[in-house]
């Protein structure tokens, strides 16, 4: 029916409103935005994006055990977005002083937008067998 990524307190199939996951930020709040240097009004319900795969996995991407016990599968969407539709900022994980990604800093880790993303341009699939080695 709905063609777009939910954000938290839409309703989406089969009557289930979106939540925001009990690790995540859950009040707005101002915050010293990193990668711009400004005050900003940091809003939790919003998409959320990260220009980094390490990041988003490791911190986002909920972990999926397959039907034959052995092997587990992370999922992430590559979206499109139109530049002027979203905010940079830097991760909401606590690294402190370790940076989490060696192609980011983490100060531009979060991309996040009220505008909905258009376009879904892949699914990345990351799998693993329970001795941690890669399918």
């Given at each position: ?6 954000m ?45 795969p ?16 052995i ?65």
């Amino acid at each position: 029916k709905n063609a777009h990524l939910a954000m938290p307190g839409d309703v989406v199939a089969g009557g289930i409103k979106v939540g925001i996951n009990s690790h995540h930020i859950k009040r707005k709040f101002i915050r010293d935005n990193h990668y711009s240097g400004e005050k900003e009004i940091f809003n939790h319900v919003q998409v959320f994006v990260s220009p980094s795969p390490i990041y988003a996995s490791k911190y986002y991407a909920s972990l999926h055990k397959l039907k034959n016990g052995i092997t587990s599968c992370k999922v992430m969407l590559q979206v499109r977005m139109d530049p002027k539709t979203y905010n940079i900022g830097q991760e909401t994980v606590g690294a402190g002083g370790k940076n989490i990604d060696a192609l980011f800093k983490n100060s531009e880790l979060e991309w996040y937008t009220e505008t909905r993303p258009s376009c879904i341009t892949g699914i990345l699939i990351r799998c693993m067998n329970s001795d941690e080695t890669y399918c």
